[in-house]
């Protein structure tokens, strides 16, 4: 059974960091897509950031160069790292895990919530002005 826990999240002035953990069950982040997602208030869910399986991985747009994924394998973890948070972060964000995509071999990861089949309760991240 897959099962997902995130936590990290806080009230942070803009500007200043957080690091999101995300405890997974055993295996899923070496056999599993891997994403992260965010949902503010009145707005859809969105993706910010996947990880293969195998280890790439890739942000979206708007928040590229702030937001890094990685993992700690030992304790079955998966980290977003956020700097230079705005108040546009505020969100309550989701990781979750879904089958990989293959194209020539390469395996990837789509950024739709609806390919994601399993999915954590979720972690508040407010950044105030």
């Known amino acids: 059974q897959v099962q997902l826990a995130e936590s990290g999240g806080g009230t942070v002035q803009a500007g200043g960091s957080l690091r999101l953990s995300c405890v997974a069950s055993v295996n899923v982040i070496s056999n599993y897509c891997m994403g992260w997602f965010r949902q503010a208030p009145g707005k859809e869910r969105e993706g910010v950031a996947t990880?293969?399986?195998?280890?790439?991985?890739n942000y979206a747009d708007s928040v590229s160069g702030r937001f890094t994924v990685s993992t700690d394998n030992a304790r079955n973890t998966l980290y977003l790292q956020i700097h230079n948070l705005k108040p546009e972060d505020t969100a309550i964000y989701y990781c979750a895990a879904g089958n990989s995509r293959w194209a020539g071999g390469i395996s990837y990861c789509l950024s739709a919530p609806n390919e994601y089949t399993y999915w954590g309760q979720g972690t508040q991240v407010t950044v105030s002005s």
């Open positions: 990880r293969t399986q195998y280890g790439r991985t």
